[in-house]
């Protein structure tokens, strides 16, 4: 027994040296960094106040420190940033969906401004502004060295004056000036509106206004088809829709799944780790749906995009979408100023990250360039000759007068499709795609 209690009094203190032997390199290491941080900041110290003392004219302190903490977070990534107190209010009055400016969503690239998407029906969309697009000037002022906010400031100016911006676009040679004029910017989250028995939801951002609009859109819509069985799709238009409020993504997301996962947000740390799942309850009760994207659908579309991707709920139509796989938090700051920091990557349902990679369409569908109407244009509008209208032809008596009248209003509604062909093929193409599943999951079900 006491040969016993030696050898555990021995294991302990030997359990004590071992520790101590590896800890105490550990503690020196930890003070070590610690006195390397204090360093670096007493180094900051003596840069600020020299800048305060002896730059050649006087400087505000705070508007220093202002800019070292602007500094300090877009060297992050290009999502990162200070939100002066101004700038912090704007963004909780585009959040609530209406806020002045331009009507683009922008990041940073290669020191200009690129745009991720033009927002509908705002001056940038009516000035013919496309996803990516970049932005090199402002009245003739470059943009070349100024932080993403700074660039976005030159940008901003009273509702009604006019702005000019230089843009260089992909496949044209020369930069070419966009004259805009500044407005207050009101979004509708979404509409719905009907092509035959087909419902069009169009989301151009996740705001608060987001899921209540597109439910309320679809209420009307199936309503105004006589019922959820006269209902044969839903094309979600998610193209050149920047993105928004995560929880909103879930939401619609939610909106259109029974059960599974959502999405799911992996920080720094294991444990920071969050998975959304869907709840029982699909608006559409089950009806094929296509969504659409392209290069402008980022963050929270293509949240929405991959649940619904993963999950095999959705076709995805178009092209590949802008890959901003990433969170961002804001957090409240002293003096009402905020900042938005990146906390995480989110994850689709099968656990892969789409940061700098996209979302990528089932069917890859380009919206081509549209082309000039020629200006007589009698062979797009000649309507071909046919028996029908020779003289004296055959009735058809095969059919009753009702049955003939379905036909002419079917090809009626086929013409009618054709037209939109000219004006959005990549929609065109989703309908077409969309009664072609209705029509399969009819004869299905006969």
Do not use: C, W
Not at 32 to 48: A, E, H, M, P
Not at 65 to 71: D, F, L, N, R, V
């Amino acid at each position: 027994m006491k040969k016993f209690l030696m050898a555990a009094l021995g294991g302990t203190l030997a359990g004590a040296i071992l520790t101590t032997q590896v800890a105490g390199p550990l503690i020196a290491q930890e003070a070590t960094r610690n006195s390397s941080i204090y360093q670096q900041l007493d180094l900051f110290g003596d840069v600020f106040e020299r800048i305060r003392s002896q730059y050649v004219e006087e400087v505000e302190p705070a508007e220093l420190i202002e800019a070292a903490i602007k500094g300090m977070l877009t060297s992050l990534d290009p999502h990162s940033s200070y939100l002066a107190p101004d700038d912090a209010a704007d963004m909780r009055v585009q959040t609530r969906g209406s806020f002045g400016g331009l009507g683009i969503e922008v990041s940073q690239e290669d020191g200009f401004v690129k745009v991720i998407s033009p927002m509908d029906g705002t001056p940038a969309d009516a000035a013919g502004i496309q996803a990516g697009d970049f932005v090199t000037h402002v009245d003739g002022e470059s943009l070349l060295g100024l932080t993403l906010d700074e660039a976005v400031d030159l940008m901003r100016g009273p509702v009604g004056s006019e702005i000019i911006i230089t843009v260089v676009r992909e496949g044209v040679d020369e930069p070419f000036d966009v004259s805009i004029i500044r407005d207050t910017i009101k979004l509708t989250a979404a509409t719905v509106r009907t092509e035959g028995d087909i419902a069009v939801i169009r989301i151009t951002t996740f705001n608060d206004q987001t899921y209540s609009n597109v439910k309320d859109g679809l209420d009307s819509a199936v309503e105004e088809l006589g019922g959820m069985d006269q209902l044969a799709g839903v094309v979600l238009d998610l193209r050149n829709n920047p993105g928004g409020l995560l929880n909103q993504a879930i939401t619609i997301s939610d909106a259109f799944l029974e059960s599974g996962e959502i999405v799911s947000t992996r920080g720094r740390n294991p444990e920071d780790t969050e998975r959304v799942n869907a709840e029982p309850g699909d608006i559409t009760e089950g009806k094929p749906i296509i969504v659409l994207i392209n290069g402008g659908s980022a963050s929270a579309s293509e949240i929405v995009a991959g649940a619904l991707k993963d999950h095999h709920r959705a076709i995805i139509v178009g092209t590949k979408s802008f890959g901003k796989g990433s969170v961002q938090t804001v957090m409240p700051l002293r003096g009402d100023g905020a900042m938005r920091l990146t906390t995480a990557r989110y994850y689709t349902p099968s656990g892969r990250s789409i940061q700098a990679l996209g979302v990528s369409p089932d069917i890859v569908v380009q919206q081509p360039p549209r082309t000039p109407v020629e200006e007589n244009g009698e062979d797009e509008t000649r309507r071909s000759r046919s028996e029908a209208d020779l003289r004296g032809r055959l009735n058809n008596d095969s059919l009753s007068e009702d049955e003939i009248k379905l036909i002419e209003d079917e090809l009626a509604a086929a013409e009618e499709a054709a037209k939109l062909r000219d004006q959005d093929f990549q929609l065109s193409y989703a309908l077409d795609l969309l009664k072609g599943l209705a029509t399969v999951a009819m004869d299905t079900n006969r």
